[in-house]
């Protein structure tokens, strides 16, 4: 009886190593499935004259301090006021603020004035020398002081500004 029972732990371990083999083959041999990626927003217009809310504009925040983590911080905090959350990371820009500043070309953009009116400190606007693929650019320095708590999450905007409107995928 002893015999016939490793005969039987063998058998069924050489069973299992040759499904495993065989089933391992055709997994690491099979192709890839082409995944069709789904749109994660759908672009829109917000007209001259209308508000534009935080939830359709994208930020992106850098950090030109010596506190790590800052840049990250500040993210966590404008994404709770309905903003986009865009890149985080060490700032390479040749602008190192006090406490905040904007890269833009353009300070009157109804985005930049809405991202602006989040902090708790005056902003700095200087000339965007960041590479970005798309939204506002902010710059945090050592004073940085955080947001106001009090905030302003819409403001009308004086020109149609195109979005991308958030996609929520069916589950």
Do not use: H, W
Not at 34 to 48: F, G, I, N, P
Not at 66 to 80: E, K, V
Not at 117 to 122: C, G, L, P, S
Request: with cysteine.
């Amino acid at each position: 009886m002893r015999r016939f029972t490793r005969a039987l732990t063998l058998v069924v371990a050489i069973a299992v190593f040759i499904t495993g083999s065989v089933v391992g083959f055709q997994l690491l041999t099979q192709g890839t499935d082409d995944v069709v990626q789904a749109e994660t927003c759908t672009a829109s217009v917000v007209t001259a004259g209308s508000e534009l809310n935080s939830n359709v504009v994208t930020v992106n925040v850098f950090n030109a301090s010596t506190r790590s983590g800052l840049a990250n911080r500040a993210l966590i905090d404008l994404q709770a006021n309905g903003f986009l959350g865009g890149q985080i990371g060490n700032s390479t820009s040749a602008t190192k603020p006090r406490r905040v500043a904007i890269l833009t070309d353009d300070p009157a953009d109804p985005r930049v004035q809405l991202v602006a009116a989040q902090f708790r400190d005056e902003v700095e606007f200087a000339a965007a020398d960041l590479q970005v693929d798309d939204g506002i650019v902010v710059v945090v320095g050592d004073d940085y002081r955080g947001l106001k708590k009090e905030v302003v999450t819409t403001i009308t905007t004086d020109r149609d500004i195109p979005v991308c409107v958030p996609v929520i995928p069916d589950a």
